[in-house]
């Protein structure tokens, strides 16, 4: 259970002390070796990325797996913050394999499972190997353990709570610097960092990316239309001050209207949550006038869409991500 881990609760935290303890620890376990880290752009990845890199320098190796299941233009965006900041970033492009392991899976558990299988044994056993490192950096934090230990979501960077040695599976040993540390934390030791504000206030993004925004089968098709649909969403609610918000892509296709004619369309929902850990959330309670422009732009925006909804259950008992 994630009991065996000692919680940094955001009010114990001590930037400054933690930081320099897990700078410590990582030269500590690497040595003279060499690690890889992969860069999402999230702020759990990107607090992970500095730190390395700090204990590191040259010797860690920071990539951004291209999987084709990010939003829009990611892999630009992510690239160009940290050529800023003086980090390197290699951008490894998975896309074929990351479609390949998804085709035709659409229960949850199994999608969650092919895109981990696919990131670290195909994707990063391929690159450490390359590399020669011995290690992987990751942003594993304690909700990402204690939603997975509970059995609510498999999330794909948790092992060794599970029961499961990476080096044995993998090829590699995982080092979690953040996991002590839940969101709010993690915010605060990324701002310590001088990651700037565009990063560590970021809004939550999955591991599995879009693919934890499509219900059922994942295609390049699918995907497209819900990364459409976030554009519109985030950009729209980026002011609202809400802990998270998304659109997800249903499976059913249901009856609509064009042109005076019936048309079987796609179903968005939208989600949007107040929250400060991502352990409990409640639905943003957004004017209604909002809603509509949102529902507007996306059927006029997005091919195929001829219904848009929003969630209004609290989390429990649904969950921030559909998947």
Same mark, same amino acid.
């Given at each position: 259970?994630? /009991?065996?881990?000692?919680?940094?609760?955001?009010?114990?935290?001590?930037?400054?002390?933690?930081?320099? =303890?897990?700078?410590?620890?990582?030269?500590?376990?690497?040595? =003279?070796?060499?690690?890889?880290?992969?860069?999402?752009? %999230?702020?759990?990845? /990107?607090?992970?990325?500095?730190?390395?890199?700090?204990?590191?320098?040259?010797?860690?190796?920071?990539?951004?797996?291209?999987?084709?299941?990010?939003?829009?233009?990611?892999?630009?965006?992510?690239?160009?913050?940290?050529?800023?900041?003086?980090?390197?970033? &290699?951008?490894?492009?998975?896309?074929?394999?990351?479609?390949?392991?998804?085709?035709?899976?659409?229960?949850?558990?199994?999608?969650?499972?092919?895109?981990? $299988?696919?990131?670290?044994?195909?994707? +990063?056993?391929?690159?450490?190997?390359? /590399?020669?490192?011995?290690?992987?950096?990751?942003?594993?934090?304690?909700?990402?353990? =204690?939603?997975?230990?509970?059995?609510?979501?498999?999330?794909?960077?948790?092992?060794?709570?599970?029961?499961?040695?990476?080096?044995?599976?993998?090829?590699?040993?995982?080092?979690?610097?953040?996991?002590?540390?839940?969101?709010?934390?993690?915010?605060?030791?990324?701002?310590?960092?001088?990651?700037?504000?565009?990063?560590?206030?970021?809004?939550? +993004?999955?591991? @599995?990316?879009?693919?934890?925004?499509?219900?059922?089968?994942?295609?390049?098709?699918?995907?497209?239309?819900? !990364?459409?649909?976030?554009?519109?969403? &985030?950009?729209?609610?980026?002011?609202?001050?809400?802990?998270?918000?998304?659109?997800?892509?249903? $499976?059913?296709?249901?009856?609509?209207?064009?042109? %005076?004619?019936?048309?079987?369309?796609?179903?968005?929902?939208?989600?949007?949550?107040?929250?400060?850990?991502? !352990?409990?959330?409640?639905?943003?309670?957004? @004017? +209604?006038?909002?809603?509509?422009?949102?529902? %507007?732009? *996306?059927?006029?925006?997005?091919?195929?869409?001829?219904?848009?909804?929003?969630? *209004?259950?609290?989390?429990?008992? /649904?969950?921030?991500?559909?998947?």
């Amino acid at each position: 259970m994630a /009991s065996t881990i000692t919680e940094i609760t955001s009010r114990q935290l001590d930037t400054e002390q933690f930081i320099n =303890d897990k700078i410590r620890d990582i030269k500590d376990t690497v040595g =003279d070796g060499t690690a890889i880290n992969a860069l999402s752009g %999230g702020v759990d990845s /990107s607090a992970v990325t500095m730190l390395g890199h700090r204990a590191l320098g040259a010797q860690l190796k920071t990539v951004f797996v291209q999987n084709g299941l990010m939003r829009e233009a990611e892999a630009e965006r992510v690239v160009g913050f940290f050529q800023e900041l003086g980090v390197t970033v &290699e951008v490894v492009d998975a896309r074929q394999e990351f479609f390949a392991a998804l085709k035709g899976v659409t229960d949850p558990e199994e999608k969650r499972e092919a895109v981990t $299988q696919t990131f670290y044994k195909d994707v +990063f056993g391929r690159l450490v190997k390359s /590399s020669g490192a011995r290690y992987l950096l990751q942003g594993t934090i304690l909700t990402d353990v =204690d939603e997975t230990v509970a059995g609510i979501k498999r999330q794909h960077n948790v092992f060794e709570q599970l029961g499961i040695d990476p080096q044995e599976a993998f090829g590699y040993n995982i080092i979690e610097p953040l996991i002590q540390l839940r969101k709010d934390g993690v915010r605060r030791v990324g701002k310590a960092l001088g990651l700037p504000a565009e990063l560590f206030e970021r809004i939550p +993004f999955p591991g @599995p990316a879009l693919a934890a925004r499509v219900i059922g089968e994942v295609t390049e098709e699918r995907i497209e239309t819900v !990364r459409k649909a976030t554009v519109i969403v &985030e950009r729209t609610l980026e002011d609202t001050g809400a802990f998270q918000y998304m659109a997800i892509l249903h $499976q059913d296709r249901v009856t609509g209207m064009r042109d %005076g004619k019936r048309d079987f369309g796609q179903q968005i929902e939208l989600r949007c949550w107040d929250s400060v850990d991502a !352990r409990t959330a409640t639905p943003t309670r957004l @004017p +209604f006038e909002t809603l509509e422009s949102l529902a %507007g732009e *996306i059927i006029s925006e997005v091919p195929g869409v001829v219904s848009v909804t929003y969630n *209004i259950a609290t989390k429990p008992p /649904s969950t921030i991500e559909a998947i």
